[in-house]
Each structure stands twice: as C-alpha cells, then as structure tokens.
C-alpha cells in the first residue's frame, strides 16, 4: 500500500476512535448537549369537558356542551360581540329589513370556503335554515314565525316573517341548539359528515375517550379585531383534543397535575387550592355566567297538575339550594327577577313567591291540589357538581312539606336523552346561560322544548312581547312573562351565578366566555 494511502486510512481510524470518544463522554454527562436542545413546539391543547357530547348534531340538542364544541366547526350568519351586541358573522353586514319589519334580506360574506373545499353559497344557507326550523328546539320556535326562507341570488337570502319578530337576530345568533350553517349536501339525519365554515375541522371521535378537532388551512375570517365571539377568529393551535372528563374532581386534580390546558366547570370549593397552585394552573372565574333552573314536566306525571306545582314552589328556598351549589357567596346571588338591575328586563313582577320556603304553607296548597304522595321524580346529574348538590337540598326541603321525593342521578347524556321522553321525570335541573335577549334562554320559552309549556297565557304573552321591537316598551311586557312564569311554574329560576374554570399557564389569549372558545388561543 502506498504511504500516502496508509496515512488516510490511519487518519480516518483515528477520527472514528475521536467521534467515539465524543459519542460516550456526552452519554455520561447529564448535561451534555442542552446547550444546543430545541424546545419542543405543541401543536395541541387537551380540554377537559364535562361529558360525552350526546350528540355532535348542534341542531338536535340545545346542550351547551353541543354548542361549546361544535361552535368550531360550524358558523352562523350572526353572533355576539363583547357586550351581547349581534354583529355579522357568515352576514356580510346587518340586514336590510322592510318598513313593516317583517322581511330581512342578509347579503352574504363572499369567498367563504366550505370543509370540503367549496365556497358557501345562499342554497346551502337555506336548506341549513329549514333543517334549522324543523329540527331545534330554538329552530321551532323561529319557524311559527316565518312565511318562508329564500335564495334571492347567489349570495342572498331573505327571511319572510307573518309578524315582526324582535328576537330573530339573536335567536340565528345562539351556539346553543344552533343555526349552524352546513354544506347542503352534507345534511342528513342522523348527521353523518360535519362540512361547516369554521376555523377547525371534525377529524375523528372516540366516544369516551376523546374528539378531535383540526386547524382549517382554508378558513375564510372576517377582518375586524376580535371581539367576544365576533370579528376576526384564527385557529392558532393545531388540533383541539376535547376530552369527557365526567367527574368534577377529577377535572379539578387533572388541572393541577398540568395535564389539561383548560377544565371546564369547576367546583367551586376547588377554588383555593386552585389559587395556591401558581405556575401550575390558573383559576378563570366567569362572572353573571348563568342560572340554575328547575324545569317540570306539564305534560305528564304529577307535576301536570298546576296548582301542586305552586305548592312545590311554595316549599323551595333558593337561597339555600345556591348555598349548596356554589358555598363561596362570591359565586352567587339569589334574587327572583329572571335579569340584574340595569337591564332593560329587570322586573320584580311575581318574586313575592321566590325563595319562600314555607313547608306547613306547601304541605296545605298540595292538600287541595290533591296530592296523595305520588312521588316527584327529580332528574339530575354530577357531571355538573352544583346541579346535584342543589338537588339533594331539594329533595330535603320537598320532604319537610310533605313530598315524596325520588331522585334519579344519571350522567348528563343520559338526562339529556330521558328528558325528552314525558314518561320518565317530573322535575330535571339543569341550567343556563344568562343572555340579554329573554327568548335566547331557557328554551321553555319557546315551543317543543322538555317541559312542554304550551297554554293560552304563555301564548299571549309571549306574543306581545315578541311583535314589540321598541326595547323600552319590551322592557315592560317582560314583566307581564316573568309574572306568568311565576303563576304558572313551567320553570323555577333558582338565582344567579358565575363559573369557576381552570387552565394552564402555557394557554394564552383565552377569555372567559359562557360556551368556552378557543380560536384565538395558543399554547406558548
């Protein structure tokens, strides 16, 4: 071998032997290499849901875990702003109403890109209308409204309604039992393929384990600043991982462990522990979140009969099913007017009859009413911690005035499904959020929802007050339903309350919202 070829080859054998040296000095040092080490980048966030969605229909449930979810991937042609002002969404502005207030006519945005790849246009804006119409609760209500849902072009439509409907607008804009617009060609029923506008995509679901949603590359967003649900929305993670977390505790141990980047719906007890857990988790209060309410069956069963509702309602002390609920008073406020002081709804007609708790007076009015100690099946779930404490309160207090009380405790996918059947329960608890506009909430104002109001002095109410556009004369004939509420007990407002929620500090941007989004949002 020449000399010049042996001293390459002694050359290469003793940079190997040099890279080996290298090789195991960095294995045996611990620190070897960070200096040069990438942060990892995640692409996902892990949300901790109360349930199981029953459905991923938005249609078929007014559940606000339905809505919470599904508001990513369907869109609708109006929607809220910070302050609870309906502003355009799929609407390329404010329609353009006739002078009797009966015609809308909404242009459409132009260029917005359906999930399976097409753009939207006014025939796919119709057929999600009258599916909307004829499957919602909410959609139902809206129907007995409307002389028809038309194309006028490409990208018009014009609503045609029997008598003005001051609610429209906010009912089309509601995440909850949904307007959602879909691809035409996508309806069905059952639901099968989910081709909305949305900033995410469905991708798979795995029932109780997870439902995945992913970044829509081809989202067509508006361009004004973000602004509660409106303006520009921009699907900044990847993919979102929305996970059934059925237990509270559960949720809230997960949280602390950093192993969710938001849990929703907390208890509240979890709220010191939560705030000694800096760096770790970051408790997210939502203030005026909702209400809690009773809704019972006038279909059906014992609560059919209207007096011995008025007995039972006689018997509940809503301060104390609050008390139990939510403990801390920073999270509650207990008062009969169905909407705070400064709203143009505020009214104190029929809240004489709230919080009474007066068992020997209950027992007397159930007496005449005819009970015989049938007993009241009460509907509940503990996937929401505060339904089913206020529930076992309940039950205590219906006992005291003489009610035989059963209570059936399910996880809510299950009471969701049974409360629809009038055979099965006499009183379920549930609650919602709290809105400006009455009608958007809860759904026993409007018609088919479970609890089947459905009589002469709700209709002529309601009436009146839904033709009524002006807000200040509304404001007036609300007190006019909230007092028919309180007569007829189709529903029991039980008080007022905010949310406890809990994320990760590496979530940034979100903000506390009744049906938590998480567009705009990132992971550091």
Same mark, same amino acid.
């Given at each position: 071998?020449?000399?010049?070829?042996?001293?390459?080859?002694?050359?290469?054998?003793?940079?190997?032997?040099?890279?080996?040296?290298?090789?195991?000095?960095?294995?045996?040092?611990?620190?070897?290499?960070?200096?040069?080490?990438?942060?990892?980048?995640?692409?996902?966030?892990?949300?901790?849901?109360?349930?199981?969605?029953?459905?991923?229909?938005?249609?078929?449930?007014?559940?606000?875990?339905?809505?919470?979810?599904?508001?990513?991937?369907?869109?609708?042609?109006?929607?809220?702003?910070?302050?609870?002002?309906?502003?355009?969404?799929?609407?390329?502005?404010?329609?353009?109403?006739?002078?009797?207030?009966?015609?809308?006519?909404?242009?459409?945005?132009?260029?917005?890109?359906?999930?399976?790849?097409?753009?939207?246009?006014?025939?796919?804006?119709?057929?999600?209308?009258?599916?909307?119409?004829?499957?919602?609760?909410?959609?139902?209500?809206?129907?007995? *409204?409307?002389?028809?849902?038309?194309?006028?072009?490409?990208?018009?439509?014009?609503?045609?309604?029997?008598?003005?409907?001051?609610?429209?607008?906010?009912?089309?804009?509601?995440?909850?039992?949904?307007?959602?617009?879909?691809?035409?060609?996508?309806?069905?029923?059952?639901?099968?393929?989910?081709?909305?506008?949305?900033?995410?995509?469905?991708?798979?679901?795995?029932?109780?384990?997870?439902?995945?949603?992913?970044?829509?590359?081809?989202?067509?967003?508006?361009?004004?600043?973000?602004?509660?649900?409106?303006?520009?929305?921009?699907?900044?993670?990847?993919?979102?991982?929305?996970?059934?977390?059925?237990?509270?505790?559960?949720?809230?141990?997960?949280?602390?462990?950093?192993?969710?980047?938001?849990?929703?719906?907390?208890?509240?007890?979890?709220?010191?522990?939560?705030?000694?857990?800096?760096?770790?988790?970051?408790?997210?209060?939502?203030?005026?979140?909702?209400?809690?309410?009773?809704?019972?069956?006038?279909?059906?069963?014992?609560?059919?009969?209207?007096?011995?509702? *008025?007995?039972? *309602?006689?018997?509940?002390?809503?301060?104390?099913?609050?008390?139990?609920?939510?403990?801390?008073?920073?999270?509650?406020?207990?008062?009969?007017?169905?909407?705070?002081?400064?709203?143009?709804?505020?009214?104190?007609?029929?809240?004489?009859?709230?919080?009474?708790?007066?068992?020997?007076?209950?027992?007397?009015?159930?007496?005449?009413?005819?009970?015989?100690?049938?007993?009241?099946?009460?509907?509940?779930?503990?996937?929401?911690?505060?339904?089913?404490?206020?529930?076992?309160?309940?039950?205590?207090?219906?006992?005291?005035?003489?009610?035989?009380?059963?209570?059936?405790?399910?996880?809510?996918?299950?009471?969701?499904?049974?409360?629809?059947?009038?055979?099965?329960?006499?009183?379920?608890?549930?609650?919602?959020?709290?809105?400006?506009?009455?009608?958007?909430?809860?759904?026993?104002?409007?018609?088919?929802?479970?609890?089947?109001?459905?009589?002469?002095?709700?209709?002529?109410?309601?009436?009146?007050?839904?033709?009524?556009?002006?807000?200040?004369?509304?404001?007036?004939?609300?007190?006019?339903? *909230?007092?028919?509420?309180?007569?007829?007990?189709?529903?029991?407002?039980?008080?007022?309350?905010?949310?406890?929620?809990?994320?990760?500090?590496?979530?940034?941007?979100?903000?506390?919202?009744?049906?938590?989004?998480?567009?705009?949002?990132?992971?550091?």
């Amino acid at each position: 071998m020449p000399h010049f070829a042996a001293d390459v080859l002694t050359a290469a054998r003793g940079l190997r032997l040099a890279r080996r040296s290298l090789l195991v000095s960095a294995c045996l040092l611990p620190w070897a290499g960070l200096a040069y080490a990438q942060p990892a980048v995640r692409d996902h966030a892990t949300l901790a849901m109360v349930a199981e969605p029953q459905t991923l229909d938005p249609m078929a449930s007014t559940a606000d875990l339905v809505g919470t979810i599904m508001q990513h991937v369907y869109e609708t042609l109006y929607t809220f702003d910070g302050k609870w002002n309906v502003v355009p969404m799929l609407a390329e502005g404010q329609p353009r109403i006739s002078a009797d207030g009966k015609v809308y006519t909404i242009a459409l945005r132009k260029g917005v890109m359906l999930h399976n790849g097409r753009e939207l246009n006014a025939d796919d804006v119709v057929a999600s209308l009258q599916r909307w119409i004829e499957q919602s609760p909410r959609g139902k209500a809206v129907g007995k *409204q409307l002389a028809h849902v038309q194309a006028k072009g490409p990208l018009t439509v014009e609503i045609a309604l029997t008598a003005p409907y001051a609610p429209l607008l906010a009912q089309l804009a509601l995440p909850s039992g949904m307007a959602a617009i879909m691809a035409k060609d996508s309806i069905a029923t059952p639901l099968k393929d989910f081709v909305g506008t949305g900033p995410y995509q469905f991708k798979e679901r795995r029932p109780d384990q997870y439902l995945l949603l992913e970044r829509f590359d081809k989202y067509s967003a508006r361009k004004e600043p973000a602004n509660g649900y409106g303006g520009k929305r921009e699907a900044l993670i990847r993919e979102l991982r929305f996970v059934p977390v059925p237990n509270a505790n559960t949720r809230v141990e997960g949280a602390l462990a950093g192993q969710y980047d938001f849990a929703d719906l907390l208890p509240t007890e979890a709220l010191p522990r939560l705030e000694k857990a800096a760096g770790k988790t970051v408790p997210v209060m939502t203030p005026a979140f909702g209400f809690p309410y009773l809704v019972f069956n006038t279909k059906e069963g014992v609560m059919a009969n209207q007096p011995l509702r *008025q007995a039972l *309602q006689t018997a509940l002390g809503e301060g104390e099913m609050l008390a139990a609920g939510f403990g801390d008073t920073r999270f509650f406020t207990a008062e009969g007017n169905h909407f705070p002081k400064g709203s143009p709804f505020y009214s104190t007609a029929g809240t004489e009859l709230y919080n009474q708790r007066n068992a020997p007076k209950s027992k007397e009015q159930a007496a005449k009413a005819g009970y015989k100690g049938e007993p009241v099946r009460v509907l509940t779930s503990r996937q929401y911690d505060f339904h089913y404490n206020m529930a076992l309160l309940m039950a205590e207090q219906l006992k005291r005035a003489g009610f035989k009380v059963e209570l059936n405790v399910v996880d809510w996918a299950t009471l969701v499904q049974r409360r629809n059947d009038a055979k099965l329960w006499d009183v379920y608890v549930t609650h919602s959020g709290q809105f400006p506009e009455p009608m958007l909430s809860p759904p026993q104002l409007g018609d088919g929802a479970p609890g089947w109001w459905d009589t002469p002095a709700k209709k002529a109410v309601l009436s009146a007050f839904n033709a009524e556009s002006d807000p200040v004369k509304r404001g007036a004939l609300w007190g006019k339903v *909230q007092q028919t509420v309180y007569d007829e007990v189709p529903y029991v407002n039980v008080g007022k309350f905010s949310g406890l929620s809990a994320k990760s500090p590496a979530l940034d941007g979100y903000t506390p919202a009744t049906w938590p989004f998480f567009w705009n949002v990132k992971v550091k």
